[in-house]
């Protein structure tokens, strides 16, 4: 089981960007497949985007809808950290961001059950 540690959020304006960071313990970081999911007060915890790979480790992104053209993700094999770019943030990002992770390829990116590693969370407040 690899550990996971977020970091980057905090308050920002609406329009803002931040940077969420998550740095996994794990030496096998480079076959990892690695998530983000946020969690709102009174709300599901609900899918962000995920870094995963193919044949010869070619890596693909997905996104939520709600954060397609806004977010990026991408990762950096050297530091074991993968980063989520968050641009154009509006209120309704508001909520905890965890960083989640599986040692191999996953099937359902998007579904919280594909993943055996989480970080503890971070929380980003976007303004109005």
């Known amino acids: 089981q690899a550990q996971l540690a977020e970091s980057g959020g905090g308050l920002v304006q609406a329009g803002g960007s931040l940077r969420l960071f998550c740095v996994a313990s794990g030496r096998t970081f480079r076959t990892a497949s690695m998530g983000w999911f946020r969690q709102a007060p009174g709300k599901e915890r609900e899918f962000v985007a995920a870094h995963t790979w193919q044949k010869s480790l070619v890596y693909y992104a997905n996104y939520a809808d709600s954060v397609k053209g806004r977010f990026s993700i991408y990762r950096d094999n050297t530091k074991n950290t993968v980063y989520l770019q968050m641009n154009s943030l509006k209120p309704e990002d508001t909520a905890v961001y965890y960083c989640?992770?599986?040692?191999?390829?996953?099937?359902?990116?998007?579904?919280?059950?594909?993943?055996?590693?989480w970080g503890q969370g971070t929380q980003v407040t976007v303004s109005s």
């Open positions: 989640a992770g599986r040692s191999q390829n996953v099937g359902r990116v998007s579904s919280e059950y594909e993943y055996d590693a």
